[in-house]
């Protein structure tokens, strides 16, 4: 029942107009990632903690992160940081971009998080009775 609330809020959110950018928190093994491959099956899934991808993610305009990934999904974005100002470039320039980033609960808690994005975004957070809620597969 908590899944389905949570997947329901997720889509909810990701129509209003501050969906472009969705923040999706929580404690490790909260069920983050199964959130978002259920609820944004259309985004493209990209691992932050990748170190080769990642480089690679570093080095990306915004018209490039446009060209390429005009909706993705961040997975543990709070590893790099430095992520999030290409995020909001690219917000900014093109108005047909969507990203969903996930990241631990002190993700929230960086400076750069609250000055880039605050005003553009979406947060949710989810607990950990989420996790353990029940087993069912969606």
Known sequence: MKRRIIFDDLQTKRQSKLGRIIILTGARQTGKTTAAHHCFTDYTYL????PVQSSNFLKLTSS???AFYPHAVLDEVQKNPVLIDSIKAT????????????GSS?????????????GRCVIMEISAHFARTDDKKF
């Open 47 to 50: 691992a932050v903690d990748d």
């Open 64 to 66: 490039q992160w446009n």
């Open 91 to 102: 917000h900014e320039q093109f108005a047909n971009t969507r990203y969903l980033l996930l």
């Open 106 to 118: 002190q993700f929230m808690l960086m400076k750069k998080v609250k000055e880039s994005l605050d």
